[in-house]
């Protein structure tokens, strides 16, 4: 009987890469569930809903509901309604973001004058127009500085691409400034959020991904056991010479029933 009641996976990295899903991922989802843990499929993803990430695991045959998907585009929304609802914000992100925060009826498109928040994101048409206007933004009073997510860079299927955290890091550069709040995995906000849909306390939770600084250090974090997989952008080595270490090392997703 397994000592979980709950685990987290991640999605990019570790159940799929790409278009094509990690060999064994649909047989250890599996396994999971038949030992009786409530599932949650966490992405960084600052862009996509969860019915896209039901649709895309589905297209792989493994079958899991909507409402057992969080992604840092759905952390974000939900936190800036509850805590930035009467700001007006400067978004740096993708049309997917935007439209998400604009089913919440928030002030997008502030002048940098008139921003009462910067966030920042993954933006595939980020320039030195858009980075001028975070930098006259950040330069006023009060105004906080957000990040959806902190990853550097984004798996795909033979390479790796930039993502928020490389946004963020130009902003940085230029304001002088950190990110008052980052709203993804592994800020509290994210284990949070996750918390409250599993059900289930800290402790009984397994984490399974392979980000250290995100997957494995929100795991870390809240108390939950961690498994770093090997499949995405994290080797022996690196995990060797890091700061956060995960309770277990799998070679993939596909080797987490000997954790059951």
Same mark, same amino acid.
């Given at each position: 009987m397994s000592e979980f009641r709950g685990a987290i996976l991640d999605v990019d990295g570790t159940i799929v890469?790409? *278009?094509?899903? &990690?060999?064994?991922a649909s047989d250890a989802v599996a396994a999971l569930r038949d030992a009786g843990l409530e599932l949650l499929l966490f992405s960084n993803n600052p862009? $996509?809903?969860?019915?896209?990430?039901?649709?895309?695991?589905?297209?792989?045959?493994?079958? &899991?509901?909507? *409402?057992?998907?969080l992604t840092a585009a759905t952390v974000t929304a939900e936190?800036?309604?509850?805590?930035?609802?009467?700001? #007006? /914000?400067?978004v740096i992100g993708e049309p997917g /973001?935007?439209?998400?925060?604009?089913?919440?009826d928030l002030a997008l498109g502030a002048d940098?004058?008139?921003?009462?928040?910067?966030?920042?994101?993954? *933006? %595939? $048409?980020? #320039?030195? *127009?858009?980075?001028t206007d975070a930098l006259w933004a950040l330069d006023g009073d009060g105004v906080d500085f957000l990040g959806t997510d902190p990853d550097v860079?984004?798996?795909?299927?033979?390479?790796?691409?930039?993502?928020?955290?490389?946004?963020?890091?130009? &902003?940085?550069a230029a304001t002088g400034?950190?990110?008052?709040?980052?709203?993804? $995995?592994?800020?509290?906000?994210?284990?949070?959020?996750?918390?409250?849909r599993l059900g289930v306390p800290a402790e009984s939770v397994l984490v399974v991904g392979d980000r250290l600084d995100t997957d494995i250090a929100m795991g870390e974090r809240a108390g939950m056991t961690t498994a770093l997989?090997?499949?995405?952008?994290?080797? %022996?080595?690196?995990?060797?010479?890091? #700061?956060?270490?995960?309770?277990h090392i799998l070679e993939s997703i596909a080797d987490v029933e000997e954790l059951l």
């Open positions: 890469l790409g *278009d094509r899903s &990690i060999p064994g862009n $996509k809903r969860q019915d896209h990430y039901a649709e895309r695991l589905g297209s792989h045959g493994i079958e &899991i509901e909507p *409402d057992r998907f936190y800036l309604a509850d805590r930035h609802a009467d700001d #007006d /914000l400067l /973001l935007v439209e998400l925060l604009r089913e919440r940098p004058d008139e921003a009462d928040a910067v966030v920042g994101s993954i *933006d %595939r $048409k980020f #320039d030195y *127009d858009r980075l860079t984004i798996p795909v299927e033979d390479h790796l691409v930039p993502g928020s955290g490389a946004i963020l890091g130009a &902003i940085s400034r950190e990110p008052d709040r980052i709203l993804g $995995k592994p800020s509290d906000v994210a284990i949070e959020a996750a918390l409250d997989v090997l499949t995405g952008v994290t080797d %022996r080595d690196a995990a060797a010479a890091s #700061d956060v270490t995960p309770d």
